[in-house]
């Protein structure tokens, strides 16, 4: 015998499940007149939550926060094997990896006569705090 559909609910329930999400699938509203019916709930507006929390602007929190964010992408744009590297290596990489305009002109403000280890002392360079 063929297998179709989910074992664990049985192909009567897969119907239902498939009759259910038809409307959802090929319209963009709700599938039924009451709200508290809909299998999922619609959502009322699109929130970005990926932001993270919000903060109060000047907060020590929100800047604790642009701090790791900053050091979190100078992380994801170079290489481990990078370091310890001067200012001019560090330019070089970020060229290469076609990193924003923000992190490159962060880097250009850094000593050229300097060897940084690892991201940390890039941070403390520019006056950000260091990881908790």
Do not use: C, Y
Not at 36 to 44: F, G, L
Not at 114 to 124: K, L, P
Request: glycine share 6%; hydrophobic share 35%.
């Amino acid at each position: 015998m063929q297998q179709r559909g989910n074992d664990r609910l049985g192909p009567r329930r897969d119907d239902e499940m498939k009759h259910e999400l038809q409307g959802m699938l090929r319209g963009d509203g709700p599938t039924r007149s009451e709200e508290w019916r809909e299998p999922e709930p619609v959502p009322e507006e699109d929130l970005d939550l990926t932001a993270g929390p919000v903060l109060p602007p000047g907060s020590a929190a929100e800047e604790e926060a642009a701090d790791e964010a900053f050091r979190s992408d100078l992380a994801r744009h170079l290489r481990p094997s990078e370091f310890p590297a001067e200012r001019g290596t560090l330019l070089a990489t970020l060229d290469e990896v076609s990193a924003p305009d923000d992190l490159v002109d962060s880097v250009r403000r850094l000593p050229d006569d300097r060897r940084f280890a690892n991201v940390q002392e890039i941070a403390a360079a520019l006056g950000r705090r260091p990881a908790a």
